[in-house]
């Protein structure tokens, strides 16, 4: 992992702004209670190759160009995401854009 880039958590501090704020993609998936589980989390880029790799047999993937966020961070602006139609990873948008969330379960 480059040295900028940490995993975004549901709730942290900036620097730049007073008190916590929300990582809207990452709380959801923590907040998440599906099938009586509430231990689910946003995967990282390495867990959504694998989700990726086996997109067929896990099923419901938007394939249309989406992108899904991932709790890799990479600066304090952006983060990293993966597009399900052709497995490319990007982090040129904003925290604040629109992506798909995929969340996932150990």
Not at 5 to 29: F, K
Not at 75 to 96: P, V
Request: with cysteine; proline share 3%; aromatic share 14%.
């Amino acid at each position: 992992m480059h040295r900028t880039e940490r995993a975004i958590r549901p709730l942290d501090s900036n620097y730049q702004l007073a008190g916590t704020q929300p990582h809207i993609a990452a709380q959801y998936c923590y907040d998440l209670v599906l099938h009586g589980k509430s231990d689910w989390y946003l995967p990282s880029t390495n867990e959504q190759n694998t989700m990726y790799g086996t997109k067929t047999a896990i099923g419901n993937f938007n394939e249309s160009g989406a992108y899904y966020w991932s709790s890799r961070e990479y600066n304090q602006t952006r983060a990293w995401k993966i597009r399900f139609s052709d497995g490319t990873i990007d982090n040129t948008g904003s925290k604040n854009g629109d992506s798909y969330v995929r969340c996932a379960r150990r």
